[in-house]
Each structure stands twice: as structure tokens, then as C-alpha cells.
């Protein structure tokens, strides 16, 4: 390794830290003015990136030059920063004051919605953007070559630096987007058209997005999963600088640049793992990033979530037994498909359960549930094919790891509140997901391990249905007896004041570590019991959007009630197996759907049970 | 020996100095009323006895205890229980869940994994409910209640840790004149009755010195007075610095009360 290498090994991690921040910055602006966390913005990103490869050629073929390329590249920037004028328009606009949980997955919905639309329009293969005329080349730097393009983009995040610095500093826009970061009531004391103010950052944040996927596109080709890939990266970023810091941002995109530079040279195959590590280290030694100031406790009249904790009712106890009733029949009068779909439903039933211990009881919304759901998935499968364990030990042992690893993970995680909380739950989803990437040798790789299949005696679909069954329901009613518990009580309690409950002498951190590695392995067995009912495990059991659908589940059934995220459970499985084989854009229709369902029912299907309960048991709503 | 001895507290927030050698004692059975304007220290010193804040110097020591630097919880087990300035209550409850929720974490059954919540020290709740006045509220859902009553519930809570000292951040804020005088009767008559010692703040004159057995003034972060009410009336420094005409007109009326 001599020095030149260093160079040009630095300059191109000073390159991708340009481009990262560029993104990032973007992000983090949007969040201050706004103080939502935009799921969306790595979409803005990859539509950026598309409409650079459809515009620059045809401006390219009108006159092929350098500034015409430019041209392009800031076109399309523009349409995506109007496309964020339409978003906070339509939709941020009546969420501003909505829970944290609704912000971050009404912007996911739009992240579904605009992956469909742009396997729609661009179609599914990958497409290289032009090159810019004039920096196909490399120059000679210390003896090494070293791309012209990656100079410029280097250049490029230095000028975008500098131009927010003047946009933030020299004019009014800029002094009402720093007020409003520091302090949103102030500036709505102060009389300023806040509509304008967050229309504008918003174009402002998501041309930004646009600009850097436009600036990609000559050297990535543009696909449909680069949204998710970007926003976590982004994410890191923003938390590791803090949350609505510019200067943050760029120093985080800089250490993060260099980390991937230097660390690919270390330890190949784990950049990813790395980038998540330096964050949780930067969230351990200062919780609210490098640059960033520590978010005042949103105070609110009520909690998010299960109140007024009652027995069942006659009714709901009919209903109970009916349920189970129809549970353990369904093999008699269904088909192979009701049971494989029952099957299915019983164990995201209790994955979403074990959810909304900590989102409805406990108040700590886990935007990474499916970590743990596929670490048990991943225990049982490496147990059972690795180490040749029988299925039963399997099943018992995978709970174990998932909530050790949930134990783990969560010693970080519960000393942090609020939006920070949810960022790093999602981070230590992404280093599972990682790790089960990127580590082939043990976990397969993207590919994963097939074969895992019940022994003999639970091999036929209505024996494995029983099976899970049995577990499912125990373990469920276990979760319940626990909400009703007095632990479940003191995590009410906590969630509803922790200043409260500490003065009569609850740990609070304490007992929400403990949730967290009860859920975490509640969701380990589901996920054990999904890998040999599938026969095979991979990564996307640990990723990003199976922790959506399981919110999504928790919240059609509705987080204010117990029961609720089993009833979303069934609805939502049901018709994601029932939708999804018929139209092409299930993704568009259930982004759809769950921007509807914020906006119109927060509460849930089981939560408007509930109120309709108490109308006409006359007690007040 | 004292039931609360405070020592020497200094504390600093970057330059500004909330605390600078506060000492005091308070015996048990006591009520000693904390005043002084607006960022004279009141809360800093508040929060550190209740274990919110850790103080530059200086201790605290309770029963015989030293409890400075504790975090709220264990200094609730050594015996202090507390009111918040703005209620701290478990909202999605109801009145007696707030209670026994106390109760269950004061007798360590919060962790139990296998007990039902629901029926769990109900009787004892709804005894000390019964103290405060409010055992007929018992299952309304604490949000329905007015804030006055709140302020009970909460004089509740803080009573099922069997406390041998009340730290009450203005007590009385929020409620209307009829409510404060009940409210600080109900404490004065529980302090005295079970020898618990009373450390409150107040800005409503009428209830400090119609009620408190000592007074402490607090000014800059600075003890400036202290003693019986009569004296701290009298005491030109505090005239000048804080009572001022109607301060003086509250705590004359008070004090000529029968």
C-alpha cells in the first residue's frame, strides 16, 4: 500500500462523500424545517437518476457538449423538486402534527407508490445515464490514474456546500429555514407564511435528492431498488451529523466516504456493517449525532397507543372462540391453499403481536421488526442445515438468539427517544440484513439456504399447520397475559410518563430492554416457524420492507387495542395473497393504501371497534 | 438528627449559577415552603433532592441516608415521594391504576410476569384515594378528571412509597383559591398525622404562610432568609427583593387567618 494508492483510494472516498452528502443534506434540511423523516427521499434520488438518463441524451443529441449535459443533469433535478412540491401539497401538509410512526410510513407509502410507477414508465431493466462529454477520461494523479467525472463530482458537493452556505446565511428563505429548525413554534409566532416556507424547502430538499441521482446516473446504472439502498445510507448520515445539521451532514458523509474507501481495503465484505457500526458508536458517545441538539419530548395529550386496558367482554370472548374454533378446523373444510394461507397468518399474527408490545404498550416504535422476526428465521435455518439440529430444539432455540440479539441491539436502542429511537432500530435492522448479505459463506448470501424442511411426522401441510398453531397461540396468549401483567402495566405506565414513573421508582430503560427482547424473541419463534414453513430463508426476511408490512399489519388492526394487530394481521396477509398474484402494482395500491389509512383511520380496524363499543355502551369515547 | 439535611448544593448551568452553598434541614412532621421570584433555584434545588439533577457539591441526606446523586427511582425507595409542578400522572389509566401502580412497583411486584394487573392492591388504592378525598373517582380515566383533582391523584401516588418526606413542586398551581386552601390542609393534616416531612414551592403567598412551619427564601440561587412565617414577613430583605405590597397583602391575610 504506498502512498499514491492512498491518494486516489481517499479521492474516490472523498467522491461517493460528495454524492452522499449532496443526498443527505437534502434530507436533513427537510427534516428541520419540517421535523418529518422523509421515507421518500431516496425515491427522489432514483427518480433523479431516471429522468437524468431519459433527458441528457436527448439534450445531448441537439448539441453535444459539456454544458448541455449539465443542462440535463439540472432539469432533472428540477422535476424532481416539483414532484416534492406536489408530495408536501398533497400529503405532508395534513401530517405535520400526526405521530412520528404515521409521518415515517405515510412517506413510505409514497415509496411504494413511486417504485411501481417508475418500473412502470422505465420498465424493469437497469439503464446507464450518458456520459458527460468531455470527462470520459482519467488523469494522472501521484502515477495512478483517476477518473476526471469523480474530480468533478468531488467539486460538486464542495459548490453545493458552499451555495446552501449563501442560501442559509444570505438571504431571508435561508434565516426562516435555520428559525425553523431551531425552533418551529417560534417561527410560526413570528408570522411567517409557513406554507411557502415548507413548500419551498421541500423543493429545495428534493431537487437536492434529484440532483444527486442525476449526478450518479453516468457511473450507476439507474434500477427500482436503489431508493431503499440510498435512504439508509442517507439516514446514517443525517443521524450520525444530527438531524437538521448541514455542517453535520457533510462532515458524517465525509468520515462514511473515507470508512468505505479504506474499509473495503480491511474488510471487504463488511462496509455495510461498518457504516451502521460507526453510527451506533457516534449514537452511544452523543445521542443526538456530531452537530445535532437533543430533540425537546414532544408533549402530547394522549398516548399513542393501548389505554384503558379492559377484560374481554362477552362479546369479544364469543368472538375469541369463534376465531380459535375456525383455527383449528380450517384443515377439515379448506383447501391446500387456506392452510398454507392460514398457516402464513398465524405466524405474521404473532409477529405483529409481539410488534405491538412495543408500539402500542410500550410506545417504542421499531421501524425494525423484521430483524429479529429473520434472526430467528436465520437460527432455526443455520441450526437445522448447518448443525444438523432437529426441528423441535430448532424452534425452542431460534426465540433465544432473536431475543438475545434483541437484548443486544436494544441496550442502544432504549437510551434513545422519539425519531432517533426509530432511526436506530432501523440501522440495527440494516446491519442484520448486513450481515446476512454480505456474510455468503455462512448465510448464503442474497440466495440463502433452501432444504429446510419439518421431519417426517410434520411434513404434511395440516400437520405444520397444527404446529404452528399450537405455538403461535400459546405464544400470544403468553404476550397478552404479559400486557395484562403487571409488566405490561409498568410499560404503559412508563410510556405515559416516564418522569412519573421513575419518581415512584421504575427503570424505565430497564423495562423497556426487557420488551424489547420479549418481542424480539416473539418475533424470533414466528420467524422460526416461517423457515421451515417456506423450506428456505434469505435476506429479505430481516429487511426494510417486511418491518413495513408488519407495521402496516399492526396499524390496520390498530395499536390502540390488544387483539387489533392479529385482526390486521389476517386482514392484510389475506389480501396481499389474494392481490398481489393479480395485478402488477401491488406495491402502488398498498402504498396507496397505507397513505389512506393514515390519513383517514389512524386508529385501525380494531381500534374503530373499540369506539363503536364504547358509543353504545354509553361510556364516553 | 434531621429527617432531610441539605448541605452546601452548588450548581451551574454553563455560567449561570442556579445553586451556591444552599443548606437547610427539615424535621419530620414539617412543612418547609421554598420562595423566591422566578430563577431563584427553587426546581434546581427541587431536582436535585429529587435525583433529577446531580449537583456540582454539596449532598443530601435523608434519614441518616446519603442520597445525593441517586436516580429518582432509588430515591423514591429511600422514601421520598413527589408532585410535579405540571402533573405527572399515567394518562391512559384510570385513577385507581395510577395508584396501584404505585403500589405494585413500591411492593416489587411491577416486573410479574404472571399476576393480573387489574385487581392487584385495588383496595389499598383506593384506601389512600380514600385520604385525599377521591375514592369516589376510582374508575374514571384519570384524563376525565379536573386538574385539581389530578393534583390529588397525584398527592396519592407519591403517598403508596410510604414516604417519610413529600417534595411538592407548587402544589397548588393551576387550581382555584377554594381548592388550594383544601389541598394544602389535606397535606398539612397528613404531614403531621404520620410524621411526614413536607418540602414544597409555591407561588401562591396565602398557602405558604398560611400553612408552612418554616419558610426558606431563595434569591439568585442564595438562602437570603429564613425561619417561622412572622419573621420572613417581617424580613425587610424579603419585602424589598420578592413579597413586594400585594406579596405582603397575601401574607399578612394568611397569617392573621384564624
Known amino acids: 500500500m504506498d502512498l499514491p494508492f492512498l491518494v486516489t483510494q481517499s479521492l474516490s472516498g472523498l467522491a461517493s462523500a460528495s454524492s452522499l452528502f449532496i443526498i443527505s443534506c437534502g434530507l436533513t434540511i427537510v427534516f428541520g424545517v419540517t421535523r418529518i423523516v422523509n421515507f421518500a427521499h431516496g425515491s427522489f434520488y432514483m427518480l433523479g437518476a431516471y429522468l437524468a438518463v431519459s433527458i441528457v441524451p436527448r439534450l445531448l443529441d441537439l448539441h453535444y457538449s459539456l454544458p448541455m449535459f449539465l443542462a440535463g443533469i439540472v432539469a432533472a433535478a428540477v422535476v424532481v423538486g416539483l414532484v416534492g412540491v406536489v408530495m408536501e401539497v398533497v400529503l405532508l401538509r395534513r401530517i405535520y402534527r400526526a405521530p412520528e410512526l404515521f409521518q415515517l410510513l405515510a412517506t413510505f407509502g409514497v415509496v411504494l407508490v413511486i417504485e411501481d410507477l417508475v418500473v412502470t414508465f422505465w420498465g424493469p431493466l437497469d439503464l446507464m445515464g450518458a456520459r458527460a462529454p468531455g470527462m470520459r477520461g482519467a488523469v494522472d494523479i501521484l502515477g495512478n490514474r483517476f477518473p476526471v467525472y469523480q474530480l468533478f463530482l468531488i467539486g460538486t458537493g464542495v459548490l453545493v456546500l458552499a451555495l446552501l452556505w449563501l442560501l442559509m446565511h444570505r438571504t431571508r428563505y435561508g434565516v426562516l429555514v435555520r428559525a425553523a429548525t431551531q425552533d418551529r413554534e417560534m417561527v410560526g409566532a413570528l408570522g411567517v407564511n409557513q406554507a ?17 441521482g442525476a449526478l450518479q446516473s453516468p457511473l450507476i446504472a439507474a434500477n427500482s431498488h436503489m431508493d431503499i439502498a440510498i435512504i439508509a445510507e442517507a439516514f446514517v448520515v443525517t443521524v450520525i451529523g444530527g438531524m437538521g445539521s448541514v455542517p453535520g451532514a457533510f462532515l458524517a458523509a465525509l468520515l462514511i466516504g473515507q470508512l468505505q474507501a479504506f474499509g473495503i481495503l480491511i474488510v471487504p465484505k463488511a462496509t455495510l456493517v461498518l457504516v451502521f457500526a460507526l453510527m451506533a458508536v457516534v449514537l452511544i458517545v452523543k445521542p443526538w449525532g456530531l452537530l445535532g441538539r437533543p430533540e425537546a419530548p414532544a408533549t402530547r395529550a394522549a398516548p399513542e397507543g393501548i389505554a384503558n386496558l379492559k377484560p374481554f367482554g362477552r362479546v369479544e370472548r364469543i368472538a375469541a372462540v369463534l376465531a380459535l374454533g375456525v383455527a383449528l378446523l380450517l384443515p377439515v373444510f379448506g383447501d391446500a391453499y387456506l392452510v398454507k394461507l392460514g398457516t402464513e397468518i398465524l405466524i405474521f399474527a404473532l409477529a405483529a403481536f409481539s410488534l405491538n408490545l412495543l408500539l402500542g404498550n410500550g410506545g417504542i416504535v421499531s421501524f425494525g421488526h423484521a430483524a429479529y422476526f429473520g434472526i430467528g428465521a436465520y437460527a432455526a435455518g443455520l441450526l437445522a442445515i448447518r448443525l444438523g439440529m432437529a426441528m423441535l430444539p430448532a424452534l425452542m432455540l431460534a426465540p433465544i438468539v432473536a431475543g438475545l440479539f434483541a437484548a443486544l441491539f436494544g441496550v442502544f436502542i432504549v437510551r434513545l427517544s422519539g425519531i432517533y429511537l426509530a432511526m436506530l432500530t432501523l440501522a440495527f435492522a440494516q446491519i442484520a440484513y448486513a450481515v446476512a448479505f454480505q456474510w455468503v459463506g455462512l448465510t448464503g448470501g442474497d440466495n440463502g439456504i433452501l432444504g429446510i424442511w419439518p421431519p417426517d411426522w410434520a411434513s404434511g401441510r395440516t400437520a405444520y399447520y397444527y404446529l404452528v398453531l399450537v405455538f403461535a397461540v400459546a405464544a400470544i396468549a403468553a404476550l397478552r397475559h404479559a400486557i395484562y401483567a403487571p409488566f405490561g402495566a409498568t410499560l404503559r405506565a412508563a410510556r405515559d410518563s416516564a418522569v412519573r414513573a421513575d419518581a415512584i421508582g421504575i427503570d424505565v430503560k430497564l423495562y423497556r430492554l426487557a420488551a424489547f427482547a420479549l418481542a424480539g424473541a416473539a418475533a424470533g419463534l414466528a420467524g422460526a416457524l416461517y423457515a421451515f414453513a417456506n423450506g428456505s430463508i434469505d435476506p429479505t426476511l430481516l429487511a426494510i420492507p417486511l418491518s413495513i408490512d408488519m407495521l402496516a399489519m399492526t396499524l390496520a388492526g390498530g395499536i390502540q387495542t390488544v387483539i387489533g394487530p392479529l385482526v390486521g394481521a389476517a386482514a392484510f396477509h389475506t389480501a396481499k395473497d389474494f392481490f398481489m398474484p393479480l395485478t402488477d402494482y401491488w406495491r402502488l395500491l398498498l402504498g396507496l393504501a397505507i397513505i389512506a389509512m393514515v390519513l383517514a383511520a389512524p386508529q385501525g380496524l380494531a381500534g374503530g371497534w373499540a369506539r363503536l363499543r364504547s358509543r353504545f355502551s354509553g361510556a364516553p369515547a | 438528627m434531621s429527617l432531610l439535611m441539605v448541605e452546601g448544593l452548588d450548581k451551574a448551568f454553563g455560567g449561570v449559577i442556579a445553586a451556591r452553598a444552599v443548606s437547610f434541614a427539615l424535621e419530620a412532621g414539617e412543612l418547609l415552603a421554598v420562595i423566591g421570584p422566578n430563577g431563584a433555584g427553587k426546581s434546581t434545588v427541587f431536582n436535585i433532592i429529587g435525583g433529577q439533577l446531580r449537583p456540582d457539591a454539596g449532598r443530601v441526606v435523608l434519614a441518616g441516608d446519603t442520597i445525593t446523586g441517586l436516580a429518582p427511582r432509588a430515591v423514591w425507595r429511600k422514601g421520598l415521594g413527589r408532585t410535579f409542578q405540571v402533573a405527572q400522572t399515567f394518562i391512559s389509566m384510570s385513577v385507581t391504576e395510577n395508584v396501584q401502580m404505585a403500589l405494585m412497583s413500591w411492593h416489587g411486584e411491577a416486573a410479574s410476569l404472571t399476576a393480573s394487573a387489574a385487581g392487584l392492591r385495588r383496595a389499598e388504592a383506593i384506601g389512600l384515594l380514600g385520604l385525599v378525598g377521591m375514592a369516589e373517582a376510582a374508575d374514571r380515566p384519570i384524563s376525565a378528571l379536573a386538574y385539581g383533582d389530578v393534583k390529588r391523584v397525584e398527592l396519592a401516588i407519591a403517598l403508596a412509597g410510604e414516604p417519610k418526606l413529600l417534595l411538592m413542586d407548587e402544589p397548588t398551581a393551576g387550581m382555584a383559591p377554594k381548592e388550594r386552601a383544601a389541598l394544602m390542609q389535606l397535606v398539612a393534616g397528613l404531614a403531621r398525622e404520620r410524621k411526614i416531612g413536607v418540602l414544597f414551592t409555591e407561588h401562591d403567598m396565602a398557602a405558604v404562610f398560611g400553612h408552612a412551619d418554616r419558610i426558606l427564601v431563595l434569591m439568585h440561587g442564595e438562602v437570603i432568609a429564613s425561619g417561622p412565617p412572622d419573621a420572613v414577613r417581617r424580613d425587610p430583605k424579603v419585602r424589598d427583593v420578592y413579597l413586594g405590597e400585594s406579596g405582603l397583602a397575601a401574607a399578612n391575610a394568611a397569617g392573621t387567618a384564624p
Not at chain 1, 424547502?201 to 428534493?206: A, E, I, P
Open chain 1, 196 to 212: 411557502i416556507l415548507f413548500t419551498g424547502t421541500l423543493f429545495l430538499g428534493s431537487f437536492l435528492a434529484g440532483l444527486g
